[in-house]
């Protein structure tokens, strides 16, 4: 069966960095993708950052290019978000995904409603002085 346990939020201030891991067991071989979703009450979920399952490709959005950086470590099946420069805007639960599905480009997995089709429970995230 699998699995994915999202790990690492809290409250943090405004500038602040933090990292965020999500370790994936069970059929982990067959991702194709994995990627992290945020979500706040009231708002749709937006895709955060998805990276490849080589790790050659990365998608991120608007609101967080430059800011933050996802990476994978297969070894330890995990994979990672890196946020520095945290913003209030920024507060939200933080879900981490995985796909066994093949789309054609990386953008795919984070944009398209059925782009994953594993998800984590999720960590909050807040930002806030």
């Known amino acids: 069966q699998v699995k994915l346990v999202e790990s690492g939020g809290g409250l943090v201030q405004p500038g602040d960095s933090l990292r965020l891991s999500c370790e994936v067991s069970?059929?982990?071989?067959?991702?194709?993708?994995l990627g992290w979703f945020r979500q706040v009450p009231g708002k749709e979920r937006e895709g955060v950052s998805c990276?490849?399952?080589?790790?050659?490709?990365?998608y991120y959005s608007d609101s967080v290019r430059g800011r933050f950086t996802i990476s994978r470590d297969n070894a330890k099946n995990t994979v990672y978000l890196q946020m520095n420069n945290l913003e209030p805007d920024d507060t939200a639960v933080y879900y981490c995904?995985?796909?066994?599905?093949?789309?054609?480009?990386?953008?795919?997995?984070?944009?398209?409603?059925?782009?994953?089709?594993?998800w984590g429970e999720g960590t909050l995230v807040t930002v806030s002085s």
């Open positions: 995904a995985g796909s066994t599905d093949r789309l054609p480009i990386i953008k795919y997995y984070c944009t398209t409603k059925r782009g994953m089709n594993y």
């Open positions: 990276i490849s399952r080589d790790d050659e490709y990365t």
């Open positions: 069970g059929f982990t071989a067959d991702f194709y993708a």
